[in-house]
């Protein structure tokens, strides 16, 4: 047995010290709002804890906001969530027409789960393409220090093909703006899932400072 963790556990781990008081969040593959609960939760934490009284007495709305095509996975996290998600019914690739101006610049994470979602029909999976276009989104959004997360599966139909792309359009990011990480389980007998961290850059610092 070991206790590294699955793949979901490890990825949050990272993300989460990149979470301060006040940042936004977007879940860019709702499914049925697993991830977003944790995002949900550590905002609310970081929060009360890193939070000025004002911020926490303030209660800022929602700062979670999460993308799905399929009712059914707007359904189930709404049931999950309630109103701690902004819900939007729309294809993550047209992420920049629904983040709110304030959010701009503001989001410190971004999760992408690629796949179907599970219980459901495994025909209605992200696509190459548009998941591309969701990730130049997403770096449109993100403040600096503030991290993509995506986690690509190979098993169905076209996961390899997008996995493979996802990974190369990481790759050719500039090394001086964006730096990739990728983890993965190396001894399976079948290639599993895999994660990519992809961080913004932060400014460096400047001379006497
Ligand atoms: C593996 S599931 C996500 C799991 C989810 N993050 C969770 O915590 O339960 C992938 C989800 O991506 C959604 N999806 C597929 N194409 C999409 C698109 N273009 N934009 C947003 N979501 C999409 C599917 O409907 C499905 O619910």
């Known amino acids: 047995m070991s206790d590294l963790g699955s793949m979901t556990e ?17 879940d860019a593959t709702l499914g049925n709002g697993h991830d977003a609960a944790f995002l949900c939760d550590a905002l ?3 929060d009360a804890l890193d939070g000025d009284a004002a911020l926490v007495e303030q209660d800022l709305g929602p700062r979670v906001i999460g993308f799905d095509v399929q009712q059914e996975a707007i359904d189930a996290s709404r049931a999950r969530l309630g ?27 971004v999760m992408f789960n690629l796949g179907y979602l599970p219980g459901a029909d495994h025909a209605r999976t992200t696509q190459e393409k548009s998941t591309l276009q969701a990730l130049e989104a997403s770096c449109g959004v993100l403040q600096s220090g503030g991290v993509i997360a995506v986690t690509c599966y190979r098993g169905h139909p076209g996961g390899l093909e997008e996995a493979t792309a996802v990974e190369a359009w990481a790759s050719a990011l500039p090394r001086k703006e964006w ?9 399976t007998k079948r290639p599993g899932p895999f994660s990519l961290l992809i961080q913004r850059e932060l400014p460096r610092p400047s001379k006497g400072a």
């Open 83 to 109: 109103d701690r998600v902004i819900y939007v019914h729309a294809g993550h690739e047209d992420m920049s027409e629904h983040v709110p101006a304030e959010a701009v610049g503001a989001v410190a994470v």
């Open 179 to 187: 730096a990739v990480l990728k983890l993965e389980h190396t001894n």
């Open 10 to 26: 490890v990825v949050q781990g990272l993300l989460r010290p990149h979470l301060k008081a006040g940042d936004w969040a977007i």
């Open 44 to 46: 609310d934490e970081v």
